[in-house]
C-alpha cells in the first residue's frame, strides 16, 4: 500500500514510524537481518525502509531486500532510490523490476558521490538532482499511479550546501512541487533548531507530512563518526553527558534510548509531529526499548504513554 494513504488513513491523534535497514554485505549478515525484521515486524511499523547503497553498491541486495520485506514479510516497503551512477535505461529497469515486486513507495534521492570521489557527478543528465528523480516518476503515465513518492530533507543543512537555509527550503519546495509525498529527514539531536526549521518550511507552504529521522546513539564511536558525516549539531548539553561514560557501551545505549525518547516527546508536543522514522543501523534492542518506554508497541499505539517528562538533559542518566 502507498504510504500517502497509510498517513491518510491512520487516525491523527495516534503516532506512527517506519525502520531504516541497509542491505548486509554477507549471506549471514543479509539472514540475521531478515530474522531482526521479522521480530521487528510485532511492532507494528507502518513501513520498512531500504537504503540504496552509495553509488548503487548494493542494487541487487536492496531489491532482494525490499522484495522480501514486501513479497514475503507483507511489510509495506520503501525503497531509497538514488541518482548515482544511474546509467540511462537503469533508472527504468529498476522501477519495473520494484513494481513488479508489488513496492509501491520509493524515497527519491540524489545520493552521494561514489565512494573515493569527492565531486557528484551526474551518470545520466536527466537526473542531476533529487527533483528530477520525483518528476520522473510523479509525472510518467508509466509510474505516476503506481508509486507514492519521498523526499529527503536536512534540518541541519546539506554537507554539501553552498547556499542558505532558505535556497535549501526552496529546493526541498521544488521536490514537493515535483510530486512528493512525505518528506523524512536526516537524523538529527538539536530539537530546538529542528522545530524553529519545521515552523520555516511550513511558512513557506511545504504542507506535507515531515517524519523525522530518529537515530538512538548505539556506541560513542559510531555517533561522532555519523554526526560528522551527516554535518549534524549536537548540543552541548549531549556532549557533555556523553564526555564521562563514552568509554561504557551500555551506559551509551541506555543514553541514546532516553534521549530518542525525550526527543519524541518533545517533537510530539512542540511540533505536533505523527510519524517516526527510525535509523535503526539494523539493530532491534535500542528502538524497541523506545518504543516500549514510550508504551507504542502492541496493538493500540499511543493510547497508554505517559505524560511527557521534559527534564533537563542532565536527567537523562
Ligand atoms: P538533492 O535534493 O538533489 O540535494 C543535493 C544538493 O543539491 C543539496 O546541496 C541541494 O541544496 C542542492 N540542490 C537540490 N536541488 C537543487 C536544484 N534544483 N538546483 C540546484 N541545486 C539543488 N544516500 C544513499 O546513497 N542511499 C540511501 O539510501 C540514502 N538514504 C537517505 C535517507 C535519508 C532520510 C536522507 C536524509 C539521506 C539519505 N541518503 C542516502 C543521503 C543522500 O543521498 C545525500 O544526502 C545526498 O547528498 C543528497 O541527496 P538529496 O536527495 O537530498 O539531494
Given at each position: 500500500?502507498?504510504?500517502?494513504?497509510?498517513i491518510?488513513?491512520?487516525?491523527?491523534?495516534?503516532?506512527?514510524?517506519?525502520?531504516?535497514?541497509?542491505?548486509?554485505?554477507?549471506?549471514q549478515?543479509?539472514?540475521?537481518?531478515?530474522?531482526?525484521?521479522?521480530?521487528?515486524?510485532?511492532?507494528?511499523?507502518?513501513?520498512?525502509?531500504?537504503?540504496?547503497?552509495?553509488?548503487?553498491?548494493?542494487?541487487?541486495?536492496?531489491?532482494?531486500l525490499?522484495?522480501?520485506?514486501?513479497?514475503?514479510?507483507?511489510?509495506?516497503?520503501?525503497?531509497?532510490?538514488?541518482?548515482?551512477?544511474?546509467?540511462?535505461?537503469?533508472?527504468?529497469?529498476?522501477?519495473?523490476?520494484?513494481?513488479?515486486?508489488?513496492?509501491?513507495?520509493?524515497?527519491?534521492?540524489?545520493?552521494?558521490?561514489?565512494?573515493?570521489e569527492?565531486?557528484?557527478?551526474?551518470?545520466?543528465?536527466?537526473?542531476?538532482?533529487?527533483?528530477?528523480?520525483?518528476?520522473?516518476?510523479?509525472?510518467?503515465?508509466?509510474?505516476?499511479?503506481?508509486?507514492?513518492?519521498?523526499?529527503?530533507?536536512?534540518?541541519?543543512?546539506?554537507?554539501?550546501?553552498?547556499t542558505?537555509?532558505?535556497?535549501?527550503?526552496?529546493?526541498?519546495?521544488?521536490?514537493?512541487?515535483?510530486?512528493?509525498?512525505?518528506?523524512?529527514?536526516?537524523?538529527?539531536?538539536?530539537?530546538?533548531?529542528?522545530?524553529?526549521?519545521?515552523?520555516?518550511?511550513?511558512?513557506?507552504?511545504?504542507?506535507?507530512?515531515?517524519?523525522?529521522?530518529?537515530?538512538?546513539?548505539?556506541?560513542?564511536?559510531?555517533?561522532?563518526?555519523l554526526?560528522?558525516?551527516?554535518?549534524?549539531?549536537?548540543?552541548?548539553?549531549?556532549?557533555?553527558d556523553?564526555?564521562?561514560?563514552?568509554?561504557?557501551?551500555?551506559?551509551?545505549?541506555?543514553?541514546?534510548?532516553?534521549?530518542?525518547?525525550?526527543?519524541?516527546?518533545?517533537?510530539?508536543?512542540?511540533?505536533?509531529?505523527?510519524?517516526?522514522?527510525?535509523?535503526?543501523?539494523?539493530?532491534?534492542?535500542?528502538?524497541?526499548?523506545?518504543?516500549?518506554?514510550?508504551?507504542?508497541?502492541?496493538?493500540?499505539?499511543?493510547?497508554?504513554?505517559?505524560?511527557?517528562?521534559?527534564?533537563?538533559?542532565?536527567?537523562?542518566?
Amino acid at each position: 500500500m502507498k504510504l500517502s494513504d497509510k498517513i491518510a488513513a491512520h487516525d491523527p491523534s495516534q503516532p506512527f514510524y517506519t525502520f531504516e535497514f541497509f542491505p548486509p554485505r554477507t549471506d549471514q549478515g543479509f539472514e540475521n537481518l531478515v530474522s531482526r525484521i521479522s521480530r521487528l515486524a510485532t511492532l507494528n511499523p507502518l513501513a520498512i525502509s531500504v537504503t540504496w547503497g552509495a553509488g548503487g553498491s548494493t542494487k541487487d541486495r536492496s531489491l532482494e531486500l525490499a522484495s522480501l520485506t514486501q513479497g514475503d514479510y507483507h511489510l509495506d516497503t520503501l525503497l531509497h532510490l538514488t541518482c548515482t551512477n544511474m546509467e540511462q535505461g537503469l533508472v527504468d529497469e529498476v522501477l519495473k523490476a520494484v513494481r513488479d515486486r508489488g513496492i509501491q513507495n520509493i524515497l527519491a534521492l540524489r545520493g552521494d558521490p561514489p565512494r573515493g570521489e569527492e565531486e557528484w557527478i551526474p551518470s545520466d543528465p536527466r537526473f542531476t538532482h533529487a527533483v528530477d528523480l520525483v518528476s520522473y516518476i510523479s509525472a510518467s503515465p508509466e509510474y505516476s499511479s503506481d508509486f507514492c513518492v519521498g523526499v529527503a530533507a536536512y534540518p541541519d543543512g546539506h554537507t554539501e550546501s553552498t547556499t542558505d537555509e532558505d535556497k535549501e527550503i526552496d529546493y526541498l519546495k521544488a521536490k514537493v512541487d515535483a510530486g512528493s509525498d512525505f518528506i523524512i529527514t536526516q537524523l538529527f539531536y538539536d530539537v530546538d533548531q529542528f522545530l524553529r526549521w519545521l515552523a520555516k518550511i511550513r511558512s513557506k507552504g511545504i504542507t506535507v507530512p515531515v517524519i523525522p529521522g530518529i537515530m538512538p546513539i548505539q556506541t560513542y564511536a559510531s555517533f561522532v563518526r555519523l554526526t560528522k558525516l551527516c554535518g549534524t549539531r549536537v548540543p552541548a548539553c549531549i556532549t557533555e553527558d556523553l564526555a564521562p561514560i563514552s568509554h561504557d557501551d551500555q551506559l551509551v545505549k541506555d543514553y541514546g534510548v532516553k534521549l530518542a525518547v525525550q526527543m519524541i516527546r518533545r517533537l510530539r508536543l512542540e511540533g505536533g509531529i505523527q510519524g517516526f522514522h527510525f535509523c535503526t543501523l539494523n539493530l532491534e534492542k535500542s528502538v524497541q526499548r523506545v518504543l516500549e518506554t514510550l508504551r507504542w508497541a502492541g496493538d493500540t499505539p499511543g493510547t497508554m504513554e505517559p505524560p511527557a517528562e521534559m527534564g533537563p538533559p542532565d536527567l537523562l542518566i
